[in-house]
């Protein structure tokens, strides 16, 4: 069954620090792994969208990295803001047409000051 | 502001009803995806059109049922509502398929009662 596990389920960090969240698959076919982030309330806002061969993608503050071989994507967030007070969500694609989509349970973040 | 237009925000209703959650996608986009978000369950992926046409289905139960129209706007309707059926309803939408981010609405907060 495809699966999509990712931790910690929830953190707390001090605004300025950097954290790093975790994204474990056992999508296949594999075809590219997305991060959301969504505000309590709002729907998700994608961050990056990385495919096979993409190691690393950044949007801003954001950094994802993505090893295909051992099934393991991360976000990193430097800086963090009081705005970055979210769930991230992980999600695998299986096919190009980005509708075979299986969703993490997302990791819960909240900065505090 | 994503560009995706759901309604209504909210809706409450009883068991064995029927209602209709609408969609209006991004200017230009062609793809429109629905999503199910309940309590204890990440978002789960119900149904994708492309141009007015299905496209995927996800796990979309048989008493629930989408279109889309020729202006692309979407209707997502669910029938006999069960208590479980109580959830956020997601709509999101992408100019085709494909490796392209998906843009969400705010959703429709479903709650039988």
């Known amino acids: 069954k495809n699966q999509v596990e990712q931790s910690p389920q929830s953190l707390i960090i001090l605004e300025g620090k950097n954290c790093t969240l975790q994204?474990?698959?056992?999508?296949?076919?594999?075809?590219?792994l997305r991060w959301y982030k969504q505000d309590t309330g709002r729907g998700p806002v994608s961050l990056t969208i990385m495919t096979f061969s993409e190691n690393t993608k950044s949007n801003g503050r954001y950094t994802a990295t993505l090893d295909a071989d051992t099934k393991q994507s991360s976000l990193h967030i430097t800086a963090s803001q009081l705005s970055d007070s979210a769930s991230y969500i992980c999600?695998?694609?299986?096919?190009?047409?980005?509708?075979?989509?299986?969703f993490g349970g997302g990791t819960r973040l909240m900065v505090k000051p | 502001d994503s560009g995706v237009t759901q309604t209504p925000k909210h809706l409450i209703t009883a068991t064995g009803q029927r209602v209709t959650l609408r969609c209006s996608p991004r200017?230009?986009?062609?793809?429109v995806y629905w999503y199910q978000q309940s309590l204890d369950q990440g978002l789960q992926f119900l149904i994708q059109?492309?141009?007015?046409?299905?496209?995927a289905k996800g796990n979309i139960l048989e008493r629930f049922s989408a279109q889309q129209f020729p202006d692309l706007h979407s209707e997502l309707n669910l029938s006999s509502l069960e208590l479980g059926d109580s959830a956020l309803y997601f709509c999101a939408s992408s100019p085709s398929s494909g490796n392209q981010p998906q843009h969400f609405g705010d959703g429709t907060r479903l709650s039988i009662l």
């Open positions: 200017s230009g986009d062609l793809s």
């Open positions: 994204c474990n698959y056992t999508v296949s076919p594999f075809s590219n």
């Open positions: 999600v695998v694609s299986e096919d190009n047409a980005g509708n075979m989509l299986t």
């Open positions: 059109y492309y141009n007015g046409e299905e496209r």
